[in-house]
């Protein structure tokens, strides 16, 4: 099958699904929900995939291994999660196996023998209040988040309505198609909790080709375009610190306390001193202490939110390392003792040079999309836990790219007036699904460093 045959008419089709995108797009933007929140969203999702008829369309259970995930919110805000769900409509036959944090959604499309792609996209949404002004198209046209506190203020709305406009691209293409596709829609991005639990549970096992976008860029840009390049990301860590000492009377008795607040400061200061790693960039941050119960009360108890970050896994685990041994040195200097837990996760990832010809060839000669080459240092010193993913189908010779949906934004990403124009849904969901076509295409995986190989880098 010629690869001009498999993409012919894609990018007609996503036009006529304009209204469609935009439309479904409004939805999710209207009914935010933060990560292993996302009960609507994926009820939603479910719905779409088996109405459109995906051979298999997992949930719950299926998509997440539940001891990986990481940053779970309390069993109280997962009530509350449920009960607003209900209340927004979500389907009750999908909404059951997501409760209690099992959300995302896997759909598989069968297409007989050939490779294996799988395309991610997040569901998950921030805790922002989104801006109301008359000038803020989602307040102007009526489709605000409707949550109070949360909205979609980087674009997950948009990936979301891409993806599922791509899964209805490909049910369309199928019978062209040779091989398998995994639509992953994934929970928990921000803060990059949720793909761990994905990788853990053995999707990306069989992968040969990975697939990511991410919605982005200014007024500066007056097309929509493709974005490809290296795209270098950091690997990072977020951990919880909880520091427990003993109270006293702090005229009284000082000396019959263990101060869990110097201990905690303690900390501070010398994580914002580790020396930095000679061998990549590195950062750390402490964003947030909670401590003290009064002025006259000596702390019994303290919590650090902090981060670790480095241009390479290995970088950014000398950080972890040094960061744990300094929160272990402060607790034990002030006689408290310490808990640390992991809350979030990244890889050091980078794009395979291979595949990201591929996109960039098949976006502008066989979809004629806009595209751009972005330099090595455009997409660094940002962490995305879509490198999980990559890092698994690396492991056993498969080929990943993440690539930039590129459009005129109206604010930055995680700025509560962030938006989009929606003719990028189309140009999204062409570029996922031409790009799964022509890779389907050649079928079966072919020889070890042919073009059709997902093992030549």
Not at 30 to 42: A, D, F, I, V, Y
Request: hydrophobic share 40%; aromatic share 4%.
């Amino acid at each position: 099958m010629e690869t001009k045959n498999a993409l012919a008419g894609i990018f007609t089709l996503a036009e006529g699904m304009q209204a469609e995108l935009s439309a479904l797009r409004r939805d999710l933007h209207r009914h935010p929900e933060t990560g292993w929140t996302e009960l609507r969203t994926s009820a939603l999702i479910a719905q779409r995939l088996t109405a459109l008829g995906f051979d298999e369309v997992l949930v719950g259970e299926a998509v997440c291994d539940r001891a990986s995930r990481l940053g779970l919110p309390s069993g109280e805000a997962l009530e509350a999660a449920d009960r607003r769900a209900k209340a927004q409509g979500a389907d009750p036959v999908f909404l059951e196996a997501a409760r209690g944090g099992m959300t995302g959604v896997i759909g598989v499309l069968r297409c007989g023998e050939g490779p294996v792609v799988a395309l991610r996209f997040d569901i998950d949404a921030l805790p922002i209040r989104e801006d109301d002004g008359a000038d803020h198209l989602p307040a102007a046209e009526g489709f605000r988040s409707e949550t109070e506190g949360v909205m979609h203020a980087c674009g997950h709305d948009g990936h979301t309505a891409i993806g599922l406009g791509t899964a209805k691209l490909l049910c369309n293409l199928r019978q062209r198609l040779q091989g398998t596709v995994k639509l992953i829609f994934q929970p928990a991005e921000e803060g990059v909790r949720g793909a761990k639990a994905i990788v853990e549970k053995g999707h990306l096992d069989d992968v040969d080709f990975l697939l990511g976008a991410h919605l982005g860029g200014d007024r500066s840009i007056q097309t929509p375009t493709i974005g490809v390049g290296a795209n270098p990301t950091l690997a990072t860590r977020k951990l919880d610190v909880c520091f427990h000492g003993k109270a006293a009377h702090a005229c009284l008795a000082p000396d019959a306390g263990n101060n869990a607040m110097l201990a905690a400061a303690t900390a501070i200061l010398n994580l914002h001193a580790i020396p930095r790693c000679g061998d990549a960039p590195t950062r750390v941050n402490v964003g947030r202490m909670t401590a003290g119960s009064g002025r006259n009360v000596i702390c019994d108890r303290a919590v650090l939110e902090l981060e670790v970050r480095g241009l390479t896994t290995a970088a950014n685990d000398y950080m972890t390392d040094y960061a744990e041994r300094i929160v272990r040195a402060a607790a034990q200097m002030h006689g408290c003792t310490c808990e640390i837990a992991l809350r979030g996760e990244a890889a050091g990832d980078r794009n395979s040079p291979a595949l990201c010809e591929r996109v960039l060839t098949v976006c502008r000669d066989g979809l004629g999309l806009p595209v751009c080459r972005l330099d090595e240092e455009t997409g660094g010193f940002i962490s995305e836990d879509y490198s999980l993913l990559a890092e698994r189908v690396r492991a056993h010779g498969g080929q990943s790219c993440y690539f930039k949906n590129l459009a005129a934004c109206a604010a930055p990403i995680h700025d509560p007036r962030f938006d989009f124009p929606e003719r990028a849904l189309v140009t999204g969901a062409a570029a996922f699904a031409g790009v799964t076509a022509e890779l389907l295409s050649a079928g079966p995986t072919g020889t070890e460093g042919t073009d059709s190989s997902p093992r030549s880098e």
